[in-house]
């Protein structure tokens, strides 16, 4: 073990094996774990758990930050441990798992998470299980390229269990803001004022005798599966950027004022990738993932500066990135995820905001997490809390999936994440709709000539012209308002006629 990963020398008599730590992990606990997608997450404690439960079974309630990397979520989900799963996951066999009904998740805001575990809503929490690059000579925790909910859950969880990798760099140390609010309702205002404003500690204090076991790993994060911009993401880019251009000529947009924050995936991560071929200089971010496309706007140099939860990157940026991390440390930082996503500070910053939806209706109401209404996919994530509270909320996606057979404009979401009163503008690669001021009427027309590709314009046109001929503030017919997902259902196509058409 180097002597600059534990400082603190009493701590060296608590390492012990994963196999020896996840022993004292008792069945019906709540346990938390360090990780916000796929970065910063616990490694070696959680499969050791998995090998334990072949013949020793328990179950858990699993409470994270965001998704987990190395196949975590799957192994934990195989070996049956999972009873209730919190708040967001992206896992393939967990996702089956809970549509079955096997497990039980509770989706929730990322802001929330903590919220209701410091009030008890969640709690207690058994014990935390948390990565870190380095323990100081004080006994601060150093994370690693996650902060997620990692520093509330150790200090909130009564035992704690900290896997040192030694795989991360040891210049992640001053990068992270480690600021814990107080509690309600005498809670202080929180001092986030700017993107690069740092408030709290470069490290988590706990109390260290809740310390019971330090585990050494050398496991690098998960990489993110992140494919290169296509025609249909750039068009959407595009239609951002121009839109960003005229708000600009127009007074009321300032892209080196206003934040910028981006979900998690290809189109996100395509659209900020647009933004290093546009006209914006000294872009500022406020956002949970930082992503390729973030280093590359901050190797341009038209970024001055980013502000996260986590940093995920694909495989071949990590191998650039994280050896060099310490030359862009002046100009990052990584908050706790109550702080990355919190209300308060989004409306303050007045934060532009761009997430993906799986789809969204002719009204502007956006559906990110279920098919057809009822299969969860991954989770709201922190969509829902930039959403309510930017300065601009803006939702992209594809028109078509399923080569044509299915829509990503609808009459009716099939379910309900983001209402029509938090979605400002809605951009597919056909073209952008700027719903802002519009009646529901008026949205309605402007979508489906703007957003619906061609081969389903006509069928939907059809459908509003009838609605409207029923009458009503937001027309409908409400026996035909999920009619195309029930053709999905059916025959694999939103068609009329049951039939794919062209792309």
Request: aromatic share 6%; glycine share 8%; net charge negative.
């Amino acid at each position: 073990m180097p002597a600059d990963r534990i400082r603190l020398f009493p701590l060296l008599e608590r390492i012990m094996t994963a196999d020896k730590a996840a022993s004292l992990i008792e069945n019906g606990m709540v346990v938390g774990m360090s990780g916000f997608t796929r970065a910063g997450d616990a490694k070696a404690v959680p499969l050791a758990m998995a090998r334990r439960a072949q013949t020793d079974p328990f179950k858990i309630t699993l409470v994270t930050g965001a998704s987990l990397g190395k196949d975590v979520d799957r192994v934990l989900t195989e070996a049956h441990i999972l009873a209730r799963r919190i708040p967001f996951q992206s896992d393939p066999t967990l996702r089956a798992a809970i549509n079955r009904g096997e497990v039980m998740f509770i989706d929730q805001h990322l802001s929330e998470t903590v919220e209701h575990l410091r009030s008890g809503q969640l709690g207690p929490m058994d014990i935390a299980v948390i990565e870190a690059t380095a323990i100081t000579e004080e006994g601060g925790i150093v994370p690693t390229t996650s902060v997620g909910n990692s520093a509330s859950f150790a200090i909130l969880a009564k035992k704690l269990i900290i896997e040192i990798n030694l795989s991360q760099p040891r210049a992640l140390e001053g990068l992270h803001d480690i600021y814990i609010p107080t509690r309600r309702p005498t809670r202080e205002p929180i001092p986030v004022i700017a993107c690069d404003s740092r408030i709290g500690l470069p490290y988590v204090l706990v109390d260290l005798s809740k310390v019971v076991a330090i585990v050494v790993t050398n496991q690098s994060d998960s990489a993110a599966a992140l494919e290169a911009p296509d025609l249909q993401t750039t068009a959407i880019a595009k239609h951002l950027i121009d839109f960003f251009k005229l708000e600009t000529a127009l007074g009321r947009l300032d892209l080196s004022l206003n934040p910028l924050q981006a979900g998690i995936g290809n189109i996100a991560n395509a659209v900020l990738a647009g933004l290093g071929d546009g006209p914006f200089q000294h872009l500022q971010m406020y956002s949970e993932v930082l992503q390729d496309s973030t280093f590359d706007l901050l190797d341009s140099g038209k970024l001055v500066f980013a502000s996260g939860s986590s940093i995920t990157l694909s495989e071949s940026y990590a191998a650039r990135i994280f050896p060099n991390i310490a030359k862009y440390k002046n100009r990052l930082v990584l908050r706790p995820q109550e702080i990355s996503n919190h209300p308060e500070v989004i409306r303050r910053l007045g934060i532009v905001a761009i997430n993906t939806a799986l789809e969204f209706d002719i009204y502007g109401n956006v559906n990110s997490t279920h098919i057809n209404g009822t299969q969860m996919v991954n989770g709201i994530g922190g969509s829902g809390d930039f959403a309510r509270n930017a300065y601009l909320s803006i939702f992209v996606a594809k028109s078509l999936v399923k080569d044509g057979a299915i829509s990503s404009v609808v009459p009716m979401v099939s379910h309900v994440d983001h209402t029509e009163h938090d979605v400002d503008i809605v951009v597919t690669e056909i073209g952008l709709a700027d719903l802002r001021a519009l009646a529901p009427r008026e949205r309605a027309a402007l979508i489906i000539a703007n957003c619906v590709h061609p081969s389903y314009r006509a069928q939907l046109a059809d459908y509003f012209d009838r609605a409207v001929a029923r009458g009503g503030h937001t027309p409908h017919l409400l026996e035909e308002a999920l009619s195309w997902h029930q053709r999905r259902q059916d025959n694999g196509s939103m068609h009329i006629d049951g039939g794919v058409k062209p792309a």
